[in-house]
T-cell receptor, first 109, second 114 residues
């Protein structure tokens, strides 16, 4: 069983829809990261959180430490949101990250 | 700021050849990482460094070597390239203080071994 599981693996949405991507993990962590990888490959960090909720523009990330679960929400989705969204968890003395396999999101106009 | 810069972007190697992927960061980060990304898989840690002069193996170190002579540079050396090393490689850095900090990635290097 993978230590970081993301669902769904693939997601197709119509422009304007509310989107939720889920991440469950089985290890103790100090922080959870949500990353975005666009076609062409570059990876950027969207959020790092260890408790509660963070919001940046149309993106919202939540984490429930007790349930070992995080969600990434996109409100009013747009075709430019099409990308792979990756969940990663960090823990231990070195904080090395363990990555999920990613969720491929396609937003149609 | 340039952030994390890695070169080359694309490279085709023949089996048995060697090469070095270069990585430089200008954010004075203490931690640097090399990952590989294979289709349908999460990023896997090859090697990491917690500071100049210190390196350690990650999850998939076989066939690779690294050095960290300066804070800025963290090159990845592939010795005797094999088809199994065909992958996309990412260098990353962060300022880690135990509490977790934002991680910054390079643009990726696409390597094909034929």
């Amino acid at each position: 069983k993978n230590e970081v599981e993301q669902s769904p693996q693939n997601l197709t949405a119509q422009e304007g829809e509310f989107i939720t991507i889920n991440c469950s993990y089985s290890v103790g962590i100090s922080a959870l990261h949500w990353l975005q990888q666009h076609p062409g490959g570059g990876i950027v960090s969207l959020f790092m959180l260890s408790s509660g909720k963070k919001k940046h523009g149309r993106l919202i990330a939540t984490i429930n430490i007790q349930e070992k679960h995080s969600s990434l929400h996109i409100t009013a989705s747009h075709p430019r949101d099409s990308a792979v969204y990756i969940c990663a968890v960090g823990g231990g003395s070195q904080g090395n990250l363990i990555f999920g396999k990613g969720t491929k999101l396609s937003v149609k106009p | 700021n340039a952030g994390v810069t890695q070169t080359p972007k694309f490279r085709i190697l023949k089996i048995g050849q060697s090469m070095t992927l270069q990585c430089t960061q200008d954010m004075n980060h203490n931690y640097m990482y090399w990952y590989r990304q294979d289709p349908g898989m999460g990023l896997k840690l090859i090697y990491y460094s917690v500071g100049a002069g210190i390196t350690d193996k990650g999850e998939v170190p076989n066939g690779y070597n690294v050095s960290r002579s300066t804070t800025e540079d963290f090159p990845l050396r592939l010795e005797l390239a094999a088809p199994s090393q065909t992958s996309v490689y990412f260098c990353a850095s962060r300022h880690f203080t135990g509490a977790g900090n934002t991680i910054y990635f390079g643009e990726g290097s696409w390597l094909t071994v034929v």
